[in-house]
């Protein structure tokens, strides 16, 4: 089974970072994140395009989160920093073979962790 798991969530103060984890069983040459609070869509907040290191970023977290590769080929990362109060929320690690779609929506990923959770207070 191809399995995608999240790690590194938990809870911050206001303008605190984080960093997430997601470990793939396999490569996928594109990777992204997404967050989803209660009650609200699954937003599209990063990508990377691992061919060629190509980066996008939602407008609300630019500048602020990093989307990286890990030193395992399998692996990356969502480093957060001057996290806010609104981006609590389920973030959730997805993948696709070779697709790396724009727009960033959940349903052009084929697959997903179970989530992570990030808690920011105020």
């Known amino acids: 089974q191809v399995q995608l798991v999240e790690s590194g969530g938990g809870s911050v103060q206001a303008g605190g970072s984080l960093r997430l984890s997601c470990t793939a069983s396999?490569?996928?040459?594109?990777m992204a994140w997404f967050r989803q609070a209660p009650g609200k869509e699954r937003e599209g907040v990063a990508r990377?395009?691992?061919?060629?290191?190509?980066?996008y970023y939602a407008d609300s977290v630019k500048d602020r989160f990093t989307i990286s590769e890990g030193s395992h080929v399998n692996t990356m990362y969502l480093k957060m920093n001057s996290l806010k109060p609104e981006e609590t929320a389920m973030y959730y690690c997805?993948?696709?073979?070779?697709?790396?779609?724009?727009?960033?929506?959940?349903?052009?990923?084929?697959?997903w962790g179970q989530g992570a959770q990030v808690t920011v207070s105020s």
């Open positions: 997805a993948a696709n073979l070779g697709w790396c779609p724009s727009p960033l929506t959940a349903p052009r990923f084929a697959y």
């Open positions: 990377i395009r691992r061919s060629v290191g190509s980066t």
């Open positions: 396999r490569y996928f040459a594109c």
